[in-house]
């Protein structure tokens, strides 16, 4: 059983940096990407940014530029590295495996709890 725990959200003023990680806990045999995603009150759950096992990044366009996400193999952790944050980044960001299934089974999803970040001074 694959879990996801997400950790490193708070309180930060704007411009200011934040550095979230996702702990993998279990095996993931099959091919997978690894994600965060986040939803602020009212809205609808938003792509922050994906990883793939072979480190091909896809981002959000409202994040480009000022986030980075990375994988880390070793030790089975997704950290997202959060630059120069705005108000408006203000959501709970959850983490996200997509496991990746030969057709015609499809891919299916696995979620963290959820880590708040609010921005505001």
């Known amino acids: 059983q694959v879990q996801l725990v997400e950790s490193g959200g708070g309180l930060v003023q704007p411009g200011g940096s934040l550095s979230l990680s996702c702990a993998v806990s279990g095996m993931i045999l099959s091919n997978y990407v690894m994600g965060w995603y986040r939803q602020a009150p009212g809205k609808q759950r938003e792509l922050v940014a994906t990883i793939t096992r072979g480190g091909e990044r896809n981002y959000g366009m409202s994040v480009k530029g000022r986030f980075t996400i990375s994988l880390d193999n070793v030790n089975n952790t997704v950290w997202l590295q959060m630059n120069g944050l705005k108000p408006e980044d203000t959501a709970v960001y959850y983490c996200?495996?997509?496991?990746?299934?030969?057709?015609?089974?499809?891919?299916?999803?696995?979620w963290g709890q959820g880590t708040q970040v609010t921005v505001s001074s």
């Open positions: 996200n495996a997509r496991i990746l299934k030969i057709p015609p089974i499809p891919p299916y999803d696995i």
